[in-house]
């Protein structure tokens, strides 16, 4: 069984930053991709940032590209987000997800966090 449990969501003011993690524990074999996604009042559940675990290649969607950052610690299994320039609409509950697979050849899985509110007030 593998666990996800992410900490560093708040509030804090528009301009502002905040840093999310996301520590993976239990039976980990090999993890694949680490990433967020978040998901505002009414609205699907969105990437924000992925990042392979091995190559430490990543991926940003538009709205943060330049803003936020994610970034893994290969041994801890943990990935983080820093979140600078914050702005309203970054409001959400962030998840964090990693895919992983319990032996070599077997199909990555998906696991999630239970998520992390994060709000700006303007």
């Known amino acids: 069984q593998v666990k996800l449990v992410e900490s560093g969501g708040g509030l804090v003011e528009a301009g502002g930053s905040l840093r999310l993690s996301c520590a993976a524990s239990g039976s980990i074999f090999s993890i694949n991709l680490m990433g967020w996604y978040r998901q505002a009042p009414g609205n699907q559940r969105e990437l924000v940032a992925t990042?392979?675990?091995?190559?430490?290649?990543?991926n940003y969607a538009d709205s943060v590209k330049g803003r936020f950052t994610i970034s893994r610690d290969v041994a801890e299994n943990t990935v983080y987000l820093q979140m600078n320039d914050l702005k309203p609409e970054d409001s959400a509950v962030y998840y964090c997800?990693?895919?992983?697979?319990?032996?070599?050849?077997?199909?990555?899985?998906?696991?999630w966090g239970q998520g992390t509110q994060v709000t700006v007030s303007s």
């Open positions: 997800a990693i895919d992983h697979r319990n032996r070599n050849f077997e199909p990555y899985e998906r696991y």
């Open positions: 990042i392979f675990k091995a190559s430490g290649t990543t």
